[in-house]
């Protein structure tokens, strides 16, 4: 991550949901069912 | 510090560049936002954007690597939430954002008519999809297309924001002016690209990205400096600025104004330490104004 508080949306997150989340600002802990893991690198 | 740039008051010629600052209320716990000029938000479109799947950032030598790909709010949730949340007195200039020179327009016409927001800037450096994927800023007849839609579709300041991967800024400077354009901006962030040599892919998921920070600061102040020779319009120079000094640079190559981007990640409070540090830098110079600086480049005579 660049920032750490949410501001250059470069640690985002794939959800399972779709869209993003962001790991500094919503995780960095996340239920493993949220997270859409064929997403992340 | 007082200077109009492009039309818009601002009380001091620091802004914080699109993207680099959220939409402003992000920054609130770090400095007061009315110590800055101003700041542009992150670009809007019309609808919401989610953005690319990561890796979307990556560091490079003393610069970044990105390649976010505009995800916002889109601009109702920024008109009707994120404006409201910001302090009375913050200077607010609105990026707009299209694949298409309609999108642009249409968010130039509709921003126009909100009460706090100040000026317009036209993110240029976005693939074109009618253009196969050339960004609006890289083709000079493109881009006159696009400022005349926005200038005929907008009642603010407009400002343009250029991007450096062309042949020659000053023609795209001229462009601009020739539109009716109220300023420039420049420099967005330079086409580039990394690799990891263990996985062998490139570390964008993108593969290319935009460059930004330190590293790309002389090439800033050269085609800030060319632009500046092309034209009369007023110029935002961006590009790796992270202290006042780095600001000064800009003004004497011929900026009015300044933004800090890249910084505001390493130090939140960058944007005002520039603020500060100016005023110092302009006491130091024995400066009355820190205008005084614009343009002041002395280039010696060739050796004879």
């Not at chain 2, 317009?120 to 196969?132: R, T, W």
């Not at chain 2, 020659?168 to 040599?197: K, P, W």
């Not at chain 2, 409070?269 to 205008?291: D, I, M, N, P």
């Amino acid at each position: 991550m660049a920032c750490g508080f949410g501001v250059c949306l470069g640690c985002a997150a794939p959800l399972a949901a779709g869209g993003y989340a962001l790991v500094c600002r919503d995780g960095p802990v996340f239920e493993a069912s949220q997270i859409a893991w064929e997403g992340l690198p | 510090m007082r200077v109009d740039f492009a039309g818009i008051p601002l009380r001091n010629p620091v802004l914080t560049a699109s993207g680099t600052f959220g939409y402003g209320t992000e920054f609130a716990p770090f400095l007061d936002l009315r110590e800055l000029g101003g700041f542009v938000a992150k670009s809007l479109t019309l609808a919401p954007r989610h953005g690319n799947p990561p890796p979307r950032i990556a560091e490079a030598s003393s610069a970044m690597l990105n390649a976010i790909s505009l995800e916002n709010v889109g601009l109702e949730a920024f008109v009707n939430e994120k404006l409201p949340a910001l302090p009375e007195g913050v200077t607010v200039i609105a990026s707009c954002f299209g694949t298409e020179i309609d999108q642009y327009a249409e968010l130039c016409k509709r921003l126009s008519s909100v009460e706090r927001v100040a000026g317009l800037e036209i993110n240029a450096s976005c693939p074109h999809v009618k253009s196969g994927g050339i960004e609006f800023g890289q083709d000079p007849q493109v881009l006159a297309q696009l400022v005349r839609a926005c200038r005929r579709a907008a009642s603010l300041p407009l400002v343009v924001k250029l991007s450096p991967n062309v042949t020659s800024i000053a023609e795209m400077a001229r462009v601009c002016e020739a539109e009716g354009a109220d300023g420039l901006a420049l420099i967005n962030a330079g086409q580039a690209m990394d690799v990891d040599v263990a996985t062998r892919r490139p570390v964008l998921r993108n593969v290319l990205g935009g460059l930004s920070g330190p590293a790309i600061r002389p090439i800033a102040l050269r085609m800030v400096w060319q632009a500046s020779q092309a034209v009369k319009l007023p110029i935002c120079g961006i590009g790796g600025i992270a202290t006042a000094e780095d600001a000064a640079k800009f003004l004497l190559c011929g900026a009015t104004a300044v933004q800090v981007g890249t910084a505001n990640y390493l130090n939140p409070q960058a944007a005002a330490e520039v603020v500060r540090g100016l005023a110092a830098l302009a006491a130091e110079q024995g400066l009355t104004r820190v205008q005084e600086l614009v343009g002041a480049l002395e280039i010696p005579p060739p050796p004879s």
